[in-house]
């Protein structure tokens, strides 16, 4: 079992930066795939980033690439978004979450997950 709790989120004006923590329970952080996941009110769920167990892999969404970047911290059972240049675009409940050993493209997957933070609120007024 795994319990994850974001935090970080605020208000920021376009163009500034937000960095969101994920803290996990366990001992066993560093067997999961973290993924960073965002809804918007009215829209679906969407893929934002992921960082294999290791940290030496990392994969972005689009509309994120070059702007964002995940990190994670093994030893202190922690992951990151660190969020750069954001946009209005940008607003939604940003949610991290867990997944067993896995890599590749299935990643990008809301339903590949196993455990899910109760999300942190990120607002980019412009």
């Known amino acids: 079992q795994v319990q994850l709790v974001e935090s970080g989120g605020g208000l920021v004006q376009a163009g500034g930066s937000l960095r969101l923590s994920c803290a996990a329970s366990?001992?066993?952080?560093?067997?999961?795939?973290m993924g960073w996941f965002r809804q918007a009110p009215g829209k679906e769920r969407e893929f934002v980033a992921a960082?294999?167990?290791?940290?030496?892999?990392?994969y972005y969404a689009d509309s994120v690439k070059g702007r964002f970047t995940s990190s994670r911290d093994n030893a202190k059972n922690t992951v990151y978004l660190q969020m750069n240049s954001l946009k209005p675009d940008d607003t939604a409940v940003y949610y991290c979450?867990?997944?067993?050993?896995?890599?590749?493209?299935?990643?990008?997957?809301?339903?590949?997950?196993?455990?899910w933070g109760q999300g942190t609120q990120v607002t980019v007024s412009s």
């Open positions: 366990g001992r066993t952080f560093s067997t999961y795939t």
């Open positions: 960082i294999q167990w290791t940290g030496d892999a990392t």
């Open positions: 979450a867990a997944d067993y050993l896995r890599w590749g493209t299935a990643v990008v997957g809301p339903h590949e997950y196993d455990y």
